[in-house]
Antibody
């Protein structure tokens, strides 16, 4: 079964760092782009960015960010464990949201719909 | 960047009604448009891609149309299980922007 499984809910304080994860299984991980989507409480979906973990050398990857999130988060991955990450260096209360990872529908397609979604990771930032 | 605008923001209709949701792109995006359904408290689900292609397993009462800047999602006969918020997303090029959503309720 093709799936992407996310890490569990997090409660953090402002200023703390955080990395959440998304593990792909049931398909060739290095053939598909995976993206991150934010949903703030009671609000709509926001595309944050996507990453492709190429099948070549360890540094062979490509990442695209929304202008709204560029510099605010870091998207990375580790193909050896079929996992991508979303990372913050200094959290703010406004980062409180549900974060979804989702795999593109078609292999190697950078510009594509999200065909497989993770279950979501709730991040709460509060003092 | 291209903006995606959905209308209406919410609607209420009776079971069995034909419902039409609209998504408009600020510039042409060919047919690179997807529709998602998000039921309350649930994960979004892909309904339609390439503007009009039904994702496997999606009921045939859902259909999509359009190209360029104007797109529609139609539910031919609204069912109670269709209560959800529907989002469009353009994917011709990054950023892969979502529309603001249309909330569908039963009257």
């Amino acid at each position: 079964e093709v799936q992407v499984v996310q890490s569990g809910a997090e409660v953090k304080k402002p200023g703390e760092s955080l990395r959440i994860s998304c593990k792909g299984s049931g398909y060739s991980f290095t053939n598909y782009w995976i993206g991150w989507v934010r949903q703030m409480p009671g609000k709509g979906l926001e595309w944050m960015g996507t990453i492709w973990m190429g099948s070549g050398s360890p540094g062979d990857s490509d990442t695209r960010y929304s202008p709204s999130f560029q510099g605010q988060v870091t998207i990375s991955g580790d193909k050896s464990v079929s996992t991508v990450y979303l990372q913050w260096s200094s959290l703010r209360a406004s980062d409180t949201a549900m974060y979804y990872c989702a795999r593109h529908k078609y292999s190697t397609s950078a510009d594509d719909a999200f065909g497989v979604w993770g279950q979501g990771t709730m991040v709460t930032v509060s003092s | 960047d291209i903006q995606m605008t959905q209308s209406p923001s919410s609607l209420s209709a009776s079971v069995g009604d034909r419902v039409t949701l609209t998504c408009r792109a600020s510039q042409g995006i060919s047919n690179s448009l997807a529709w998602y359904q998000q039921k309350p408290g649930k994960v979004p689900k892909l309904l339609i891609y390439a503007a009009s292609t039904l994702q496997s397993g999606v009921p045939s009462r859902f259909s999509g149309s359009g190209s360029g800047t104007d797109f529609t999602l139609t539910i031919s006969s609204l069912q109670p299980e269709d209560v959800a918020t529907y989002y469009c997303q353009k994917y011709n090029s990054a950023p892969l922007t979502f529309g603001g959503g249309t909330k569908v309720e039963i009257k």
